[in-house]
């Protein structure tokens, strides 16, 4: 291995497009769908469409970063650049849970479905058996990037197109047994507003549509990054959107009416799809979805196991991990020591978190936490490095970019103060530690003090989204009655936006403008 090793650019349009595709639709289509109308009934599909519109004004900053300063692991480096390193390594943090869980995640998937045919791998919760099922499926994930992106890229796309074609014939065969009246069974909104925006959160809906930032993490290995970043990342978008509404509203509208009699939330599937198209005696589409489960889950693991090392080898360049972690193999320019810690990540944790309802709700909290920081990242851009080539410029960013921020801050709020608490509390704590780690060190070249005026902006922003989250009605105490809660998350969403905009480190920043470096 060496450190002068480069990434290989090997990836076209279409490689990426598909990259991103296949990170959003992987196992989110084969559970979100019941636990998203279990929360929120009929009116589920505005719940995908929540999170589509909040994914797009996030994309739409990242695209800009993306096309600017085209770097493996961007999505952590761009706060780095901006706001120092003791932001970087927050972030970094919250990167490496929410990457390093989801190859593991999608393989729990693959063995929640795979025990209807094999009953001796569990159920919900997996057997010894069913254990080492998942772990031998992430060590094939493992195999396959080992060997360079050119085999990862191929191996995607194929899986990719089927991924596609089978959530295809289900949206078609269920809307020939589509139900108008089932939208109106147990009210359209059983729980009202407030279920239809938690089920953004907790139902896996913005897990399902978070993979557009695989698209950023490959940025290094793309022919013509500054055109074909952007492209993708919209493509992905569309192309994921409309599948997930459509396969929510056929789902919703071919459930039987005999199932519906304990309401929405008394639904009781373990397999949902095949679930539903065995009650519509459809047994060759159980077969179908079946066997899909086996491949998009494993799919979407491939993706994210491979981007969980582009992940750590960011964070090693961002100078707060292990520098052993940037080294590339010099023929197929891979970080192959950082794939092996993903690796041993994916499998640490399948051992906690058995279950793929408790796997994502970890996700979501940390990717949300992730998303916050970009709108930021490019508005601070916009001011202190102005002479930043931009091929991708976006248009009225001044209100573009506190939107995404607000509807990334109302997602982090919608999670509930049981996750949200202990995710902040943690985030606080690791930045107590950091400060105490590097007091009167340089880092990066940037002093502790500088950090900290840099910094000031979010420890106000995540200890006022605990207050709240606590007081209100969100997992909290109720003390504050709705809508007044989400009206101060308003508040300080935009108050907390523009401080951490005027907060950059304009001497930093300005280091970034060279852009061939990964």
């Excluded at 995607?156 to 108008?180: C, E, R, S």
């Amino acid at each position: 291995m060496s450190n002068t090793a480069t990434f290989k650019r090997n990836l076209g349009l279409l490689d990426l497009t598909l990259i991103g595709v296949g990170s959003m639709i992987g196992s989110s289509w084969l559970f979100s769908s019941l636990l998203a109308v279990k929360i929120a009934g009929p009116a589920a599909w505005i719940s995908w469409l929540i999170a589509a519109f909040a994914s797009f004004f996030i994309a739409m900053t990242l695209a800009e970063l993306g096309s600017a300063l085209p770097k493996t692991g961007g999505l952590i480096r761009y706060p780095a650049m901006t706001h120092g390193p003791l932001i970087g390594f927050v972030i970094s943090f919250a990167a490496f849970i929410m990457y390093s869980c989801v190859a593991g995640l999608e393989a729990v998937a693959v063995r929640t479905y795979a025990s209807a045919w094999l009953p001796a791998l569990g159920g919900a919760e997996p057997t010894l058996l069913g254990w080492l099922f998942q772990a031998a499926l992430i060590v094939v994930f493992f195999v396959i990037n080992y060997f360079g992106v050119k085999s990862f890229g191929k191996a995607n796309t194929w899986v990719t197109a089927i991924k596609l074609g089978v959530p295809a014939v289900v949206i078609i065969t269920l809307a020939l047994h589509f139900q108008p009246a089932n939208f109106t069974a147990h009210a359209f909104a059983p729980n009202g507003v407030s279920g239809i925006t938690a089920a953004v959160s907790t139902a896996g809906l913005i897990f399902a549509f978070g993979g557009f930032q695989n698209i950023v993490m490959f940025s290094a290995e793309v022919k013509n990054p500054s055109r074909t970043i952007t492209l993708a990342i919209f493509f992905s978008l569309l192309i994921t959107t409309l599948v997930y509404v459509l396969l929510q509203v056929t789902f919703i509208g071919a459930i039987p009416a005999e199932q519906l009699a304990q309401g929405w939330s008394g639904l009781q599937m373990n397999t949902p799809f095949a679930d539903l198209a065995g009650m519509l005696g459809l047994a060759w589409l159980v077969k179908v979805v079946m066997a899909d489960a086996l491949i998009s889950p494993a799919g979407t693991g491939n993706v994210y196991l491979a981007a969980t090392a582009r992940q750590i080898y960011a964070w090693a360049r961002n100078g707060t991990f292990f520098k052993r972690f940037t080294v590339l193999d010099p023929h197929t320019g891979v970080p192959r020591l950082a794939l092996c810690l993903s690796l041993f990540m994916a499998l640490f944790w399948t051992l906690p978190f058995p279950s793929w309802e408790a796997l994502v709700q970890v996700n979501s909290a940390a990717g949300v936490m992730l998303f916050t920081l970009l709108p930021i990242s490019v508005m601070a851009l916009r001011l202190n490095a102005p002479e930043l080539p931009r091929p991708y410029r976006i248009r009225g960013i001044g209100l573009v970019a506190p939107i995404a921020f607000v509807c990334a801050t109302f997602i982090f709020y919608w999670v509930g103060w049981k996750t949200l608490s202990w995710m902040l509390g943690a985030f606080l704590l690791l930045m107590l530690a950091y400060c105490v780690a590097v007091r009167g060190r340089l880092v990066a070249g940037v002093t502790l003090a500088q950090q900290l005026r840099a910094s000031a902006w979010i420890v106000v922003y995540f200890l006022g989204l605990m207050v709240v989250s606590y007081a209100g009605n969100f997992g909290g105490v109720g003390v504050i009655p709705a809508p007044w809660d989400q009206a101060l998350i308003l508040l300080l969403a935009l108050f907390c936006f523009y401080w951490g905009v005027v907060s950059g480190l304009a001497h930093e920043q300005r280091q970034v403008v060279p852009v061939t470096a990964a």
